[in-house]
Nanobody, 118 residues
Framework: VQLQASGGGSVQPGGSLRLSCAASGDIVSIKHGNWYRQAPGEQRELVAQ???????EYAESVKGRFTIARDNTEKTMTLQMNNLKPEDTAVYYC?????????????WGQGTLVTVSS
């Protein structure tokens, strides 16, 4: 497994979750990372991204509530989600440009389900 997403679960509105994306195997470090989500019947949307320089950008719907971070010592990328709303319910996917000894390539995690309901 090269990229493993975890941390999803069920939470009440207003609650928090922390998603984690761990790189392994050939991946030496994470260059650029994204978190996407896909709600039932909807298209996949970009939620947050972090550049190789550490700059973060967010979808308008999550600004001020979600924080993306990357730790290349641990080869992980996280998404801290606060003040969750029912409309945040979706399967969340991590996607990174992973640097290997041979090339930089795109990797996807398997998805982790986040359910926000009372």
């Amino acid at each position: 497994v090269q990229l493993q997403a975890s941390g999803g679960g069920s939470v009440q509105p207003g609650g928090s979750l922390r998603l984690s994306c761990a790189a392994s195997g050939d991946i030496v470090s994470i260059k650029h990372g994204n978190w996407y989500r896909q709600a039932p019947g909807e298209q996949r949307e970009l939620v947050a991204q972090i550049s190789s320089g550490g700059s973060a950008e967010y979808a308008e719907s999550v600004k001020g509530r979600f924080t993306i971070a990357r730790d290349n010592t641990e080869k992980t990328m996280t998404l801290q989600m606060n003040n969750l709303k029912p409309e945040d319910t979706a399967v969340y996917y991590c996607n990174v440009q992973g640097i290997t000894p041979w090339a930089t390539r795109d990797y996807w995690g398997q998805g982790t389900l986040v359910t926000v309901s009372s």
